[in-house]
């Protein structure tokens, strides 16, 4: 009965030492990171990026939830600019994305705010390549203490695929509103 005991304790001794050293052994940020080239130049992607009231014409989280209401603070573009949310629906919630730089024609970073959930930001990078602009959209959130680490792995999965429909839209957007260019 002591050799079993014993057998148990070091067990559970020894989850408990891979469980946290494992977690240190995690980035603590979070990252997810998608790419698209859209057949435009920076700049006819800029003026829709920079402005969180057409956010909506390419989010890839609009469809959620038909009834969600929006506010908007700050000026048109650039920093300062604040949209807000509110809905009923979980998977969508409450919170605020605020425009915290702006460069134009190259990048614009946004704070995320989901309340209880924490803080994360969100960059959109733009870069001119042959055939029109790729652009980099990448999502970080630190990761503090061992369970957050460990879900943070999943942030990938959660998030990519979101980020990839938000750039297709994107993409379908500005290329119906610009002409192609030359690269």
Do not use: C, H
């Not at 915290?100 to 960059?123: I, R």
């Not at 959130?141 to 957050?148: P, R, V």
């Amino acid at each position: 009965m002591k050799r079993l005991l014993k057998g148990i304790i070091l067990t559970l001794v020894a989850l408990v030492v891979v469980v946290v050293g494992g977690a240190y052994l995690i980035p603590p940020v979070a990252v997810v990171e998608r790419t698209t080239v859209i057949a435009a130049s920076p700049d006819k992607v800029y003026a829709v990026i920079a402005s969180m009231k057409r956010f909506n014409e390419w989010s890839p989280w609009t469809d959620l939830d038909p009834g969600l209401t929006y506010t908007f603070e700050g000026p048109e573009q650039g920093p300062g600019q604040k949209m807000s949310w509110k809905s009923g629906n979980p998977q969508v919630g409450s919170g605020s994305v605020t425009i915290t730089e702006a460069v134009p024609n190259e990048k614009v970073t946004t704070e995320l705010d989901f309340g209880e959930m924490g803080k994360s930001q969100s960059v959109l990078t733009l870069s001119t390549v042959s055939g029109g602009t790729l652009v980099k959209w990448v999502f970080s959130a630190e990761s503090n203490g061992i369970l957050n680490r460990w879900v943070s792995l999943m942030f990938d999965s959660w998030i990519g695929g979101d980020y990839v429909k938000g750039l297709a839209r994107l993409k379908a957007l500005v290329e119906s509103d610009a002409p192609a260019t030359d690269g």
